[in-house]
Nanobody, 115 residues
Framework: QVQFVESGGGLVQPGGSLRLSCAVS????????MAWYRQAPGTQRELVAA???????NYVDSVKGRFTISRDNAKNRLYLQMNNLKAEDTAVYYC?????????WGQGTQVTVSA
């Protein structure tokens, strides 16, 4: 039984920034890799960024150079720094293990990029 609770979303203008946070109910050492996903209306959930326990990261091409994933082991938190936001980034953002725990999907946090 693990919970992922996302926060930090909101309404932001194009070009703006947000930092998303994910509180994990147990040690993030439990997972080989953590990830952020997003889902826009009418689309499938998409892997956005992932980070391993060793600090290696990967990103979907559309966010490379704009988003940065990080983790704070002491606080059991996962972060996604989102810069230069675009309308195409509008979605509900979720965190989870990269090896997805289906029963642990949270509500996500809504990111809306609009003028």
């Amino acid at each position: 039984q693990v919970q992922f609770v996302e926060s930090g979303g909101g309404l932001v203008q194009p070009g703006g920034s947000l930092r998303l946070s994910c509180a994990v109910s147990r040690s993030i050492f439990s997972f080989d890799a953590m990830a952020w996903y997003r889902q826009a209306p009418g689309t499938q959930r998409e892997l956005v960024a992932a980070i391993t326990t060793g600090g290696s990261t990967n990103y979907v091409d559309s966010v490379k150079g704009r988003f940065t994933i990080s983790r704070d082991n002491a606080k059991n938190r996962l972060y996604l720094q989102m810069n230069n936001l675009k309308a195409e980034d509008t979605a509900v953002y979720y965190c989870n293990a990269k090896s997805i725990i289906v029963s642990s999907w949270g509500q996500g946090t809504q990111v809306t990029v609009s003028a």
